[in-house]
């Protein structure tokens, strides 16, 4: 499975982004996607996920302000950011995951991040 992420860019705080990441390859295995963010000099942090059945889990400073969606069809997955601040700013990757089996570890892909950043 590759992931291809787009969508970064510069906002004004209080401003709106939407991230998109289209996967080719294998898609047929994936089951979970996610979004994550890493910010210079910090670790790589969850910032939402959405199973294959539509449930979603966001990170607290993520709750109210983004949403997670995904399309089964084009194989993507989309982050819209509202109510942007200046500690959104990050690279943010998106991830896709699977296991085989149910006693199995999770496989993950990664994108290759798109840069975020919130500023005036």
């Known amino acids: 499975v590759q992931l291809q992420a787009s969508g970064g860019g510069l906002v004004q705080p209080g401003g709106s982004l939407s991230l998109s990441c289209a996967a080719s390859?294998?898609?047929?295995?994936?089951?979970?996607w996610g979004w994550y963010r890493q910010a210079p000099g910090k670790q790589r942090e969850l910032v939402a996920t959405?199973?294959?059945?539509?449930?979603?889990n966001y990170a607290d400073s993520a709750k109210g302000r983004f949403t997670i969606s995904r399309d089964n069809v084009l194989n993507t997955v989309n982050l819209q950011m509202n109510s942007l601040k200046p500690e959104d700013a990050a690279v943010y990757y998106c991830?896709?995951?699977?296991?085989?089996?149910?006693?199995?570890?999770?496989?993950?892909?990664w994108g290759q991040g798109t840069q975020v950043t919130v500023s005036s």
């Open positions: 959405i199973t294959s059945n539509g449930r979603t």
């Open positions: 390859g294998s898609t047929f295995d994936i089951q979970n």
């Open positions: 991830n896709a995951n699977y296991r085989p089996h149910y006693y199995d570890p999770y496989v993950h892909f």
